[in-house]
């Protein structure tokens, strides 16, 4: 862990010193013995050791951006930041082997904020069963948390390796963080319907256990952080398929808390369903005889390309934004 | 590579699909061919194998905070952040195995300039032998790019490893690029005495075969990306060590580009060199019989804490800052 700062000539300095020590003490509260680590941090970088298929990403969230602080407490950021990274490893099927945090604060962050934050990205890391074992930290004019992660797999589920007559999978919920954050940009926090939903935008969850379980039953997998829609579009083009949901099926998916939610926002549900992302829900495809318990099948692969959503009334092609889906 | 926009209920527009190929065509530039390599650019992570010990860092360099974008084009941009990153790898003597890149891009930044930063990052690569096989998009209001790096190495360089009577060895320059840096912000540049300093800070250099060619010899090293002053205290702290530069042998090892440099500044030449870092040296101790060709000794490990300076006239303690080292 070191703190490069501002491109000015200067050593470090004490309070510098202090904010490093801190957030090793934080970020060590994620556990920081894993067989694999042999140096944690406290050096230029970090040592694993390691043998086998690696799985790697990077994932960042930035401030005014990818969240207002007004929003939520610096442990919810630094939570959702890590967990956002770690949905990447669960689409690949992995088994998270450590993290690195890089950390660009504005000027005015005090130790206590910078605290309260690692306190949630350790508190993510445990929950993910992935230590922190290193990372830097900079100066900046937004708050931003950059996450890299590394996991383990044998054979790591790809986004290309859909087939003409898959089933559609879907794992976890879709929507709800979508409709929490509308919640949240509009003050409607306080609704009781709503609840539900913010709560899951500030705090998702990773599915690093069902990506799992998808080893060796999916043919191709993908994670939910852009929208279902697009994440279906990605997957499709990757495996130069069409993708089509089953409105009848996806909505019989949606969760009883985002029907209210939606109903609260005055917005269509499945619209949310379709274009939310930030759930981290996994969408995968598969021979239905190895669909596995907790998956919700929800549409279908066919030959061509698109993504489409079948109704009883007909189908129609998802496009790129929801103004274009209503219309 | 995948584009997290900002968090608005919406998909993948087909500019967010080209800015995807655009990216991953330039990135490709930097060799994508690592027998390592198992999987690139294109899915949720990228996919690696390896066996025995690998070293993990990460790196960021933030608009407003570590470059401001009228001192250097946008290619240089993308390149010094690579090269600033993959110094970590050579602080602790590994050989680079590969790289993912993290891009926080403003709105108003348009597909030819990202070509051009990724272009700078893609050479960096190449210079570093070091394939970019992944990474991420996003919004943000401050250009910035973040770099992971994986390498392996038997035994890794750590900074806790002087011992008292090490011989303190600096291979490369220091000083150079603080002193581009001051003739940027005073917009100096076209000074010709000041001209090597501005390139070597705009394109700076990760001494990968140094690095490596430390293993076994030194006992100690780091990167000097805070300055050389403040790393030595890194690096004195982690050893329980006291570091001590002769102020004699390291006038002697600064670059004429430095003392003109300075000169044209008005400012003093190895004030520069102590406190000036970003020119990504690297600073070691070991044993004398044991130095390296091209290494130079700059000082000695002593019993104690602290960095001094030894000059003929006495010694003297180096402060946190410039100001307080000049006093």
Redesign the interface.
């Known amino acids: 862990m070191?703190?490069?700062?501002?491109?000015?000539?200067?050593?470090?300095?004490?309070s510098e010193f202090k904010k490093i020590a801190l957030i090793e003490r934080a970020l060590r509260q994620g556990g920081a013995h894993s067989p694999a680590v042999?140096?944690g941090i406290?050096?230029?970088?970090?040592?694993?050791?390691?043998?086998?298929?690696?799985?790697?990403?990077?994932?960042?969230q930035?401030?005014?951006?990818?969240?207002e602080r007004r929003w939520l407490p610096l442990e919810d950021i630094g939570y959702r930041a890590f967990q956002a990274a770690a949905s990447?490893?669960a689409?690949?099927g992995?088994r998270p082997l450590?993290a690195?945090?890089?950390l660009?604060l504005p000027r005015t962050f005090s130790d206590a904020q910078l605290s309260r934050l690692a306190r949630g990205q350790a508190e993510a890391a445990r929950a993910c069963r992935c230590p922190i074992?290193?990372?830097?930290l900079?100066?900046?004019?937004?708050l931003?948390i950059?996450t890299?992660l590394?996991?383990v797999v044998e054979k790591?589920l790809?986004?290309?390796g859909a087939r003409v007559g898959d089933e559609l999978w879907l794992w976890g919920d879709v929507g709800l963080a979508?409709a929490g954050?509308?919640a949240l940009q509009r003050g409607l926090t306080k609704r009781a319907a709503l609840r539900a939903c913010v709560e899951r935008w500030r705090r998702p969850k990773a599915l690093l256990v069902e990506g799992r379980k998808l080893v060796g039953r999916a043919h191709s997998a993908?994670?939910v952080?852009?929208?279902l829609?697009?994440d279906a579009?990605?997957l499709g083009r990757?495996s130069r398929v069409r993708v089509v949901f089953d409105a009848a099926l996806l909505e019989a998916a949606l969760a009883p808390e985002l029907l209210r939610g939606a109903a609260a926002l005055g917005e269509e549900p499945l619209a949310?369903a379709?274009?939310?992302?930030?759930d981290y829900a996994l969408l995968a495809s598969g021979s239905a005889s190895l669909r596995p318990r907790g998956a919700r099948r929800v549409g279908y692969v066919e030959r061509g390309s698109g993504v489409f959503l079948q109704q009883a009334a007909g189908r129609q092609r998802?496009?790129?934004?929801?103004e274009h889906f209503v219309e």
């Open positions: 070191q703190v490069h700062g501002p491109t000015t000539v200067r050593a470090h300095t004490s042999k140096l406290g050096d230029d970088a970090a040592v694993l050791a390691s043998s086998g298929r690696l799985v790697w990403t990077i994932d960042t930035v401030e005014g951006s990818h969240f990447d490893l689409a690949m992995a450590a690195l945090s890089n660009a074992i290193g990372g830097n900079a100066g900046a004019p937004e931003s950059t890299t590394l996991g790591p790809l986004r290309g979508a954050l509308r993908i994670d952080s852009d929208g829609a697009g579009a990605h990757a949310l379709l274009m939310g992302g930030e998802l496009g790129a934004s929801f």
